[in-house]
């Protein structure tokens, strides 16, 4: 499946075993469409907290595993489906899909985030779940991978964040921390402004180098992870880091030269996750 967007998602790419991949696609399926429905078109607020609802009584409907639940809704049973056969296949929790859906939830309900503690809380709702749910499908579910685990997701989602400072912001939504705006001197309308200041590139150094603290605790993770799934885990990683280094290279402008990752990127990438 081809990924032009939820960046962060690692997509049955083809270093995954062959066994696994239906069951990513089933995950992403489900991500994507839900988060579809909170950012994509021209629905109000009402009417996307609505269809999520939907998506809610769907999913709970599965884990209370009514008869033909997947299949109840025609409309939703290409999603439903085969995540209902993904999860009773591999058995998967059905907490981290809820959290999921509460984080695109909480899109459309909360557009500013105070501190750190509240970006985190929201990347333990909106990124975290992915990681756990790779991780039961790769039976690793021991305490120490799912703080690496952790750490990964919420770091590359708020590396997603800082690429997407100028779009978040035409959805009136900021997810750098409130507190840390303002002890650098950073005002929304600078944001709206897109101007590059010294005051900018402090405050971005600083969410750069939070970011880079979390994905270097969590790479060992990679390391323990057998084979082809260790391998693309590095990867992802790596695209992490890759994209921050850009963010550097365009001196924090994010708001004319989002970076991102291109064919001579992913090769140096593949090379830092096999020899590094």
Same mark, same amino acid.
């Given at each position: 499946?081809?990924? @032009? ?9 083809? /270093? ?19 988060? @579809? ?13 609505? %269809? #999520? ?8 409907? /599965? ?20 995540? @209902? ?26 557009? +500013?985030?105070?501190? @750190? ?7 333990? /709702? ?30 590359? %989602? ?31 309308? &600078?944001?709206?402004?897109? *101007? ?5 590139? *402090? ?27 260790? #391998? ?11 994209? &921050? ?15 991102? /990752? ?9 090379? +830092?996750?096999?020899?590094?």
């Amino acid at each position: 499946m081809a990924v @032009d967007h939820y960046e962060n998602f690692p997509v049955a790419s083809r /270093l995954l075993p062959a066994p696994l991949r239906p069951a990513v696609v089933a995950i992403y399926r489900f991500a994507r469409s839900a988060d @579809d429905i909170a950012d994509e078109g021209d629905a109000s607020t009402a009417q996307r907290l609505a %269809q #999520l609802v939907q998506y809610r009584a769907a999913l709970e409907a /599965l884990a209370a595993n009514s008869p033909n639940a997947a299949s109840s809704q025609n409309s939703l049973s290409q999603i439903f489906v085969p995540l @209902d056969q993904a999860i009773k296949r591999h058995n998967l929790p059905f907490k981290p899909f809820l959290d999921l859906l509460a984080a695109f939830e909480q899109d459309l309900t909360q557009t +500013r985030y105070p501190n @750190d503690e509240s970006v985190l809380a929201y990347c333990r /709702l909106s990124a975290n779940p992915v990681g756990l749910l790779m991780l039961h499908l790769y039976n690793t579910t021991d305490a120490l991978s799912i703080e690496q685990s952790d750490a990964i997701c919420s770091a590359l %989602q708020r590396v997603n964040f800082l690429q997407d400072v100028a779009l978040d912001w035409k959805k009136n939504r900021i997810y750098l921390p409130t507190d840390a705006l303002a002890h650098f001197g950073v005002s929304e309308e &600078l944001i709206a402004s897109g *101007a590059c200041t010294p005051a900018w590139g *402090a405050l971005m150094a600083e969410q750069i180098k939070q970011c880079r603290t979390l994905l270097h605790f969590g790479y060992p993770l990679g390391r323990r992870l057998p084979g082809r799934i260790g #391998l693309e885990l590095r990867l992802i990683v790596h695209g992490g880091l890759r994209i &921050l280094e850009k963010i550097e290279q365009v001196k924090f402008d994010v708001f004319t030269k989002r970076p991102i /990752l291109r064919p001579t990127d992913w090769i140096i990438m593949l090379w +830092r996750a096999l020899w590094r």
